[in-house]
């Protein structure tokens, strides 16, 4: 199937040096290696909120997260009650036992405002608002939507928590890196961070410091906890708000700049970096780190791109050949894609995918 691919070009890759992607690399694996050092135990908490017709697109992205990552990861699935069963039945055949671990939860709003919380934007999307709230326990959690792919091991993220400063508490990415096709600061009736505002689909949370901070806000000269500030904000702009929990956290920190840490949008790369032509210098220098595949391109024919990468990772079965069985054929596939905008930069979709391959097999050769 594979014979127009050149064998010896994958074989000799597998062979390169490791100084192939330059000091970059070199600087971010010492970083890497120091944080996993002085953190040698340290569980990952991975959060997604599961509602609908949702329930491959999250086990998906489990599954992506589950291939590359070095310390064991805890997934605290907040699901529908009828989705549970099928969770369970498909998380059980994972063969990582005892490095993966999973809680379901049911979704669960303040009783007194339930209903208004659970419509707002999508059916359980605002869930994500009261994870420090509900995880008492848990100091730190990677929150992630349903449609998000990770192309390079969940530590590589997580380890941003060690790059906070006193004040930052969570860390997003911009919502758009062009102003000239922004959303916020074009259509926006709320305040919103930054220029362009912040995508909540990736959200790395310090929630040690969250329950702690107290708020600035405009609707009261009073500072306001996490628990005491959603309801008010809600009220004020429920009217403005396009995005839902999203608008709520924009506005959040426009009043709290100080609080939040940006990374690179090779951190949550959509469609929107790519559809009217790349803006995404980051991931065109590095390649995508995490794919976030909003607008359902997962699933429809507009973005052949973005599909093929979930449809590889959806299709690979743990255990085999990550060359032969991901690699090789999601390759072959972008190329077919190279007639759409974002199919013209379809090596950055498997440049950090295939770095990620070699440094498992690395990691595997070593014990």
């Given at each position: 199937?594979?014979?127009?691919?050149?064998?010896?070009?994958?074989?000799?890759?597998?062979?390169?040096?490791?100084?192939?992607?330059?000091?970059?690399?070199f600087?971010?694996?010492?970083?890497?290696?120091?944080?996993?050092?002085?953190?040698?135990?340290?569980?990952?908490?991975?959060?997604?909120?599961?509602?609908?017709?949702?329930?491959?697109?999250?086990?998906?992205?489990?599954?992506?997260?589950?291939?590359?990552?070095?310390?064991?990861?805890?997934?605290?699935?907040?699901?529908?009650?009828?989705?549970?069963?099928?969770?369970?039945?498909?998380?059980?055949?994972?063969?990582?036992?005892?490095?993966?671990?999973?809680?379901?939860?049911?979704?669960?709003?303040?009783?007194?405002?339930?209903?208004?919380?659970?419509?707002?934007?999508k059916?359980?999307?605002?869930?994500?608002?009261?994870?420090?709230?509900?995880?008492?326990?848990?100091?730190?959690?990677?929150?992630?939507?349903?449609?998000?792919?990770?192309?390079?091991?969940v530590?590589?993220?997580?380890?941003?928590?060690?790059?906070?400063?006193?004040?930052?508490?969570?860390?997003?990415?911009?919502?758009?890196?062009?102003?000239?096709?922004?959303?916020?600061?074009?259509?926006?009736?709320?305040p919103?961070?930054?220029?362009?505002?912040?995508?909540?689909g990736?959200?790395?949370?310090n929630?040690?410091?969250?329950?702690?901070?107290?708020?600035?806000?405009?609707?009261?000269?009073?500072?306001?906890?996490?628990?005491?500030?959603?309801?008010?904000?809600?009220?004020?702009?429920?009217?403005?708000?396009?995005?839902?929990?999203?608008?709520?956290?924009?506005i959040?920190?426009?009043?709290?700049?100080?609080?939040?840490?940006?990374?690179?949008?090779?951190?949550?790369?959509?469609?929107?970096?790519?559809?009217?032509?790349?803006?995404?210098?980051?991931?065109?220098?590095?390649?995508?780190?995490?794919?976030?595949?909003?607008?359902?391109?997962?699933?429809?024919?507009?973005?052949?791109?973005?599909?093929?990468?979930?449809?590889?990772?959806k299709?690979?079965?743990?255990?085999?050949?990550?060359?032969?069985?991901?690699?090789?054929?999601?390759?072959?596939?972008?190329?077919?894609?190279?007639?759409?905008?974002?199919?013209?930069?379809?090596?950055?979709?498997?440049?950090?995918?295939?770095?990620?391959?070699?440094?498992?097999?690395?990691?595997?050769?070593?014990?």
């Amino acid at each position: 199937r594979y014979k127009n691919l050149s064998v010896s070009f994958w074989n000799s890759y597998w062979m390169l040096p490791s100084d192939v992607c330059g000091m970059n690399c070199f600087w971010e694996a010492a970083f890497r290696y120091n944080y996993m050092k002085t953190h040698p135990s340290e569980k990952m908490h991975l959060a997604v909120v599961a509602c609908g017709e949702r329930l491959e697109e999250t086990v998906t992205m489990l599954r992506s997260a589950i291939i590359f990552s070095i310390k064991p990861l805890q997934f605290h699935i907040f699901a529908e009650d009828q989705l549970h069963k099928s969770f369970k039945d498909i998380l059980d055949d994972f063969p990582y036992e005892g490095r993966v671990n999973y809680t379901l939860y049911p979704i669960t709003f303040p009783t007194e405002s339930a209903a208004e919380w659970k419509k707002l934007f999508k059916p359980c999307a605002s869930q994500r608002l009261f994870l420090p709230l509900i995880l008492k326990n848990v100091d730190s959690l990677l929150y992630v939507d349903t449609d998000i792919l990770f192309l390079r091991p969940v530590d590589d993220i997580w380890s941003f928590l060690a790059k906070f400063n006193s004040t930052q508490i969570a860390a997003m990415a911009p919502e758009h890196e062009e102003p000239r096709i922004g959303w916020y600061n074009r259509f926006a009736r709320h305040p919103y961070y930054g220029v362009t505002g912040i995508n909540s689909g990736v959200m790395l949370m310090n929630m040690t410091r969250i329950r702690k901070k107290y708020f600035k806000n405009d609707m009261t000269p009073v500072r306001l906890q996490w628990g005491e500030i959603l309801m008010p904000l809600l009220k004020k702009y429920k009217l403005n708000i396009t995005w839902g929990d999203q608008d709520l956290l924009n506005i959040m920190f426009f009043h709290n700049p100080e609080s939040l840490y940006v990374f690179p949008c090779q951190w949550n790369y959509r469609p929107d970096h790519c559809i009217y032509g790349s803006n995404c210098k980051e991931a065109e220098e590095e390649g995508i780190f995490i794919l976030h595949g909003n607008r359902g391109v997962y699933h429809d024919d507009k973005q052949p791109t973005f599909r093929a990468v979930y449809e590889a990772i959806k299709n690979y079965s743990f255990g085999d050949d990550l060359v032969h069985s991901l690699l090789q054929p999601l390759e072959l596939e972008l190329q077919k894609t190279m007639h759409t905008y974002c199919g013209r930069v379809y090596k950055m979709f498997i440049k950090q995918l295939t770095k990620s391959v070699r440094h498992l097999y690395a990691r595997r050769s070593k014990g």
